[in-house]
């Protein structure tokens, strides 16, 4: 089952923790220097907030999903939407070790669709830039997601 991604930008994270925690009522599910996610089943939703980024507001949007078939399904769609889109493998970024594919909708807002294999320690240090990712604009390339 797909999951809906949201990527915020946050200047006070322990504001925006608070806010965010009594909007869903329930507390972030991880929680890391410069970051807090929230893995909701209603809705279903992986809401993130990042003070790593590229600034505050909407970073990225994206689909997670479950298994290789659906991220296959999800990149397939992308393609047919007239988008060229690259596969980013054994990626490490906002704690976990992703497989992943970057894109950028018509007004350039950025999406991802990522299959997740585990959770890791360090925040990942790669980077949305060069001819692998072109259609994502310049000012979203600094940080692993942002």
């Known amino acids: 089952m797909k ?16 806010f965010y925690s009594t909007l869903f009522g ?7 220097e410069g970051y807090a996610k929230w893995m909701l089943e209603d809705p279903r939703v992986n809401f993130v907030l990042d003070q790593k980024g590229a600034g505050r507001g909407v970073d990225h949007l994206g689909i997670q999903v479950e298994d290789e078939t659906e991220l296959a399904e999800v ?4 393609k047919n939407a007239g988008q060229g889109v690259d596969l980013l493998e054994n990626n490490k970024c906002c704690y976990a070790r992703q497989d992943k ?12 669709t990522f299959k997740t294999h585990e959770l890791i320690e360090d925040y990942g240090d790669t980077t949305r830039t060069g001819d692998l990712l072109k259609s994502v604009p310049p000012a979203k390339t600094e940080g692993c997601c942002g």
Do not use: K, N
């Open 3 to 18: 999951r809906l991604h949201v990527s915020l930008g946050v200047e006070d994270l322990e504001a925006s923790i608070r």
């Open 101 to 112: 594919f970057w894109i950028s909708d018509p007004q350039g807002v950025p999406w991802e």
């Open 75 to 78: 990149s397939d769609r992308l």
């Open 26 to 32: 329930a507390e972030p599910t991880l929680r890391r």
